[in-house]
């Protein structure tokens, strides 16, 4: 079992920049892939990032690619998502995300351990 707390959300103009940290407890960390989700009113969740176990690979959904950039300190058992150039359509509840088998997926359904959310909120 892991559990993730989310943290880093806030209220920000667009064209700012956030960082959201994941922070993981109890499996061993570098053992699981981490994506990154997010939910606004009345939509699905979607997917925005994911990051494999030793973070040589990543996975980016087209609507946040060359803006946001995930990574993750093993030794710290933290996974980031830097966000730069926000965008009013980057408003939702972001989600930190584990699973327990080794690739990396882009659906929510993929993955095992979910954290709260965390709060990003864009304006124009």
């Known amino acids: 079992q892991v559990q993730l707390v989310e943290s880093g959300g806030g209220l920000v103009q667009a064209g700012d920049s956030l960082r959201l940290s994941c922070v993981a407890s109890?499996?061993?960390?570098?053992?699981?892939?981490f994506g990154w989700f997010r939910q606004a009113p009345g939509k699905e969740r979607e997917f925005v990032a994911a990051i494999n176990r030793s973070g040589s690979v990543t996975n980016y959904a087209d609507s946040v690619k060359g803006r946001f950039t995930i990574s993750r300190d093993n030794a710290k058992n933290t996974v980031y998502l830097q966000m730069n150039s926000l965008k009013p359509e980057d408003t939702a509840v972001y989600y930190c995300?584990?699973?327990?088998?080794?690739?990396?997926?882009?659906?929510?359904?993929?993955?095992?351990?979910w954290g709260q959310g965390t709060q990003v909120t864009v304006s124009s």
């Open positions: 995300a584990g699973r327990q088998y080794y690739y990396i997926r882009t659906r929510p359904s993929d993955y095992d351990y």
């Open positions: 109890g499996r061993t960390f570098s053992s699981v892939p």
